[in-house]
């Protein structure tokens, strides 16, 4: 089966609203990376979160690695937010391969 | 900042003619890879390599070879193009420990073959 699950799939909020995206992983993982990608555009990686919580701005990303899950919160959302979410992993096999999820679809009304 | 860069940005090429595509890191990084991103798919790895000289096979290597001539440079090549390889390719260049395997990726190729 697949071994990384994003929910939601697609996800509209209004202006200011908060979000949370969660990936959740079928395998025991070395890492976990958030990416952020425009329509058209290239991944941007916003987190590299093995473990715990992290911060950046208006994001926070949880590893929880017993609970084989990660999220993404978005707080405060802005229009600019609006594009896909990407979260990837790295099994614990030691290939330094990145597993993707599908992906979550953000749009954010003004 | 991580630097990636992919060459060319756009490529349209014809069923049965060759297509290189190349890749350039700046950062130091032992590891590369090449995936391609398809709707309904997500990104799928098509090679990578672990150093200058080394080709590994990643998910979906069938119709693409790859060279690292150099710890800069990963180069994806089809020999013989075929409609079906039309997808946006994305280089990427990771660590190899220490305290990240981060992976950074380069802006994408657009390819059509017609």
């Known amino acids: 089966g697949q071994q990384v699950q994003q929910s939601p799939a697609s996800l509209v909020l209004q202006e200011g609203e908060n979000a949370e995206l969660q990936c959740n992983f079928s395998?025991?993982?070395?890492?976990m990376q958030w990416f952020y990608q425009r329509p058209g555009g290239s991944l941007v990686s916003l987190f590299y979160?093995?473990?715990g919580t992290k911060h950046s701005g208006r994001l926070t990303s949880t590893t929880v690695i017993k609970e084989r899950r990660s999220s993404l919160h978005i707080s405060s959302s802005q229009t600019t937010d609006s594009g896909t979410y990407l979260c990837?992993?790295?099994?614990?096999?030691?290939?330094?391969?990145?597993?993707f999820g599908s992906g979550t679809q953000l749009t954010v009304m003004p | 900042e991580a630097a990636v860069t992919q060459s060319p940005r756009n490529k349209v090429a014809v069923t049965g003619g060759k297509v290189t595509l190349s890749c350039n890191q700046t950062?130091?990084?032992?590891?590369m890879y090449w995936y391609r991103q398809d709707t309904g798919h997500g990104l799928r790895l098509i090679h990578y390599?672990?150093?200058?000289?080394?080709?590994e096979k990643g998910d979906i290597p069938d119709g693409y070879k790859a060279s690292r001539p150099s710890q800069e440079n990963f180069s994806l090549i089809l020999e013989l193009a075929t409609p079906s390889q039309t997808s946006v390719y994305f280089c990427?260049?990771?660590?190899?420990?220490?305290?990240?395997?981060?992976?950074?990726f380069g802006p994408g190729t657009r390819l059509t073959v017609l």
């Open positions: 395998t025991s993982l070395n890492s």
């Open positions: 950062n130091n990084h032992n590891n």
């Open positions: 990427a260049s990771g660590g190899t420990g220490g305290s990240s395997y981060e992976q950074y």
């Open positions: 979160n093995p473990s």
């Open positions: 390599s672990y150093g200058a000289g080394s080709t």
């Open positions: 990837a992993l790295e099994g614990a096999s030691g290939s330094w391969q990145l597993i």
